[in-house]
């Protein structure tokens, strides 16, 4: 059993920043890609950043250079580092793990930017 908790969503007005996290427990040490995706309202959940095993990162065209994803010391343990916000930017944030055994989710965090 998996289990993925994500934290870190809020209001923020246009400009400011957010740090998500994801936490990771359960019966899986290691997967071999964390990432976060997010869903706006009447829209395709869309990957926004992942992290591979070995810490190769890939980021959606629309937050590069204002998105980080990072790994914690623990390694199932991963932030996104969202900074210079937009309201484009709005929608449910989630978590998603990839194990040999399958795909895990979070429950997903809301992140609301104001104009």
């Known amino acids: 059993q998996v289990q993925l908790v994500e934290s870190g969503g809020g209001l923020v007005q246009a400009g400011g920043s957010l740090r998500l996290s994801c936490a990771a427990s359960g019966t899986i040490f290691s997967f071999n890609v964390m990432g976060w995706y997010r869903q706006a309202p009447g829209k395709q959940r869309e990957l926004v950043a992942h992290?591979?095993?070995?810490?190769?990162?890939y980021y959606a065209d629309s937050v590069k250079g204002r998105f980080t994803i990072s790994r914690g010391h623990a390694k199932n343990t991963i932030y996104l580092q969202m900074n210079s916000l937009k309201p484009e930017d709005t929608g449910v944030y989630y978590c998603?793990?990839?194990?040999?055994?399958?795909?895990?989710w979070g429950q997903g965090t809301q992140v609301t930017v104001s104009s």
């Open positions: 998603k793990a990839r194990h040999t055994s399958g795909d895990y």
């Open positions: 992290i591979t095993r070995d810490d190769s990162t």
